[in-house]
């Protein structure tokens, strides 16, 4: 039996989808060698642009509840770390860096083909791995890298084709920058063309509600 898109992700429908989460997030994983030509590497940094606003709480994915049962450390949230850090140059090209090279990393495939199970979160240590798998090896190199564990944030979001996906949101001074497995460029929020749904909490367990912020549809020119 198929289950909704919004049953899957714990909230409230804003339209009648009937998609499934993991198994659609991996299909629709671009190869490194086919990124997009936009990728920014330089030390120039970006315009400054407005956060995406919190709405409220929200209920986090069940697969993230099962992952911060098996890796309680990654899952702790510490609040004397900074919720937001300051983009220099060095860490804007560690970004890119990290989306880059996980990107290449892992070959997309979905949680059923892989372990028989719908939703399952990991590192993807063997190589292989769906959208959220992609994001926490992004998460956890970040955090090596220096990045505290409060500004890199699990986020899910509506992609451009009303399918269920998960991003890593960034948080900065300069504005909230989006990690995805879909393209090679590190891009603000309002640049992905996504509806954004939640994200992983910075205060505590809860999860954030985003309120299904849209951002503008890209072209293929963006």
């Known amino acids: 039996m198929r289950r909704s898109l ?21 299909a629709l994983t671009v190869p490194a060698a086919a990124a997009q ?12 642009t407005q956060p995406v606003a919190k709405v409220g709480a929200a209920k986090p994915i069940m697969g993230w509840v099962r992952f911060c049962e098996q ?12 919720a937001i850090i300051e983009l220099t140059a060095k860490n804007w090209q560690v970004l890119n860096r990290v989306n ?28 292989y791995g769906d959208c959220e798998d992609y994001q926490l090896l992004k998460r956890k190199r970040l955090v ?28 900065t001074n300069r504005g909230d920058f989006i990690l995805d497995n879909k393209r090679n460029a590190v891009l603000p929020w309002h640049k992905t063309g996504y509806t954004y749904i939640k994200r992983e909490g910075d205060e505590g367990l809860a999860w954030a509600s985003l309120g299904g912020r849209t951002s503008p549809t890209m072209t293929a020119n963006q």
Do not use: Y
């Not at 992700?9 to 997030?25: D, E, M, N």
């Not at 990107?103 to 190589?127: C, L, P, R, T, V």
């Open 6 to 26: 919004f049953e899957l992700l714990g909230i409230r429908p804003f339209s009648r989808l009937t998609i499934r989460f993991a198994a659609v997030c991996a």
């Open 37 to 48: 030509a936009q990728t920014q590497t330089g030390s120039i940094l970006p315009t400054i």
């Open 71 to 82: 890796n309680p450390s990654e899952c702790t949230v510490d609040l004397s770390e900074p």
């Open 100 to 127: 880059q090279q996980v990107n290449a990393a892992i070959k997309a495939k979905s949680d059923f083909d892989h372990w028989g199970i719908e939703d399952i979160w990991d590192f993807a240590e063997d190589g």
């Open 144 to 171: 090596e890298a220096g990045f505290p564990h409060r500004a890199v944030r699990m986020t899910v979001v509506i992609d451009e084709d009303g399918a269920g996906h998960a991003v890593m949101m960034v948080r």
